[in-house]
């Protein structure tokens, strides 16, 4: 018997999402279950929001209408939050999806995880670290493709190794990511991996240029990888011990 598929609300802060990325975020949403729920925030009487209005429609979006009460005040923001609270007190959802790039939800996204749900966070590379890390899984808008290009593509273009090696918290996730879930030999399923870092930090190799978490493991020359068929294997490659010095030659 196959598994209920899961229910996500999709909640996006209009005022600081593009309109122009909603096909692809729509088709990421789907690789974790379903947006039964999708609204949209923003004052819809700014022209701000124009561009907004056409992709409403297309996908089905609810636009949730905030006029802004004071000056320098989001309102939008708000009513967000306290329609998510509505939605997880409702108890039939399994996930929230949130597009923004501001750091305000971090607190919301926080709650949401204390009661067991997932929370997966889109926005602009400008968003702020506390917000990207504390979601389950966050991805740079700028990572996505549309559906209808190749799959293959990813949009940001792929970091070196050298770049890659030199991003401490990166490297230090992976090592403790391998080193947890292998065997005494040392190799380790990528699948367990993947999970080991889904579970410690908000994640997404995309945001790297790489499409698979293997492509990337690779790229950083730091780790052995092996397939058998359809598994994939890694194990983190010892330093090469340097030779001794040669002794200076007596007169």
């Known amino acids: 018997m196959a598994e209920p598929e899961r229910r996500i609300a999709l909640l ?23 947006a039964n729920v999708r609204r949209a925030y923003g004052n819809w009487k700014s022209p701000h929001l124009k561009g907004w209005e056409a992709t409403l429609h297309e996908y089905a979006i609810r636009p949730i209408q905030q006029f802004a009460y004071s000056t320098g005040k989001n309102a939008s923001d708000m009513a967000m939050v306290i329609d998510a609270m509505d939605l997880l007190y409702a108890r039939n959802l399994d996930g929230f999806a949130i597009v923004s790039s501001d750091a305000d939800f971090t607190p919301l996204v926080m709650r949401l995880l204390t009661e067991g749900v997932k929370v997966y966070g889109f926005g602009e ?21 549309q559906p209808s290009t190749e799959t293959a593509v990813v949009a940001t273009a792929p970091k070196a190794g050298k770049e890659l090696r030199g991003d401490t918290a990166l490297m230090r996730m992976l090592r403790g990511a391998v080193d947890s879930a292998s065997g005494e030999d040392g190799w380790a399923h990528l699948g367990a991996v993947g999970h080991q870092i889904s579970n410690r930090a908000s994640f997404d190799s995309r945001n790297y240029g790489y499409r698979k978490l293997s492509d990337l493991i690779e790229a950083t020359e730091q780790f052995e990888v092996k397939r058998d068929e359809q598994i994939v294997w890694v194990r983190y490659r010892p330093r090469a011990k340097t030779k001794a010095a040669k002794k200076p030659e007596k007169a």
């Open 12 to 34: 996006i802060d209009a005022d600081n999402a593009p309109a122009g990325k909603i096909d692809a975020i729509l088709a990421e949403v789907a690789r974790h279950g379903a």
């Open 125 to 145: 590379k400008k968003t702020p670290a506390p917000f990207v890390n504390a979601c389950s899984k966050f991805t740079y808008l700028e990572a996505l493709v």
